[in-house]
């Protein structure tokens, strides 16, 4: 077992894997439908800002 590498998990419904700086549009496109970052229950980045965010999560 090598523990370096980074596993994506696959189920019937859904796939984990890994944030890559390459899922940025979807999940800016995401946060954007029905303005999911402007809620007051939850801390997300706006989609202009989605890049970014990742950036910082993964430094």
Same mark, same amino acid.
Not at 18 to 33: D, S, T
């Given at each position: 077992?090598?523990? /370096? *590498?980074?596993?994506? /998990?696959?189920?019937? /419904? =859904?796939?984990?894997? $890994? /944030? *890559? $700086?390459? !899922? +940025? #549009?979807?999940? =800016?496109? =995401? *946060? +954007? #439908?029905? #303005?999911?970052?402007? *809620?007051?229950?939850?801390?997300? $980045?706006? $989609? =202009?800002?989605?890049? +970014?965010?990742?950036? !910082?999560?993964? +430094?």
């Amino acid at each position: 077992m090598d523990f /370096l *590498v980074l596993p994506t /998990l696959t189920g019937s /419904l =859904a796939t984990l894997e $890994p /944030l *890559v $700086p390459k !899922h +940025a #549009g979807e999940l =800016a496109e =995401a *946060v +954007a #439908g029905g #303005g999911l970052y402007q *809620v007051w229950y939850t801390r997300l $980045p706006s $989609p =202009a800002g989605m890049g +970014a965010e990742i950036e !910082h999560r993964l +430094a």
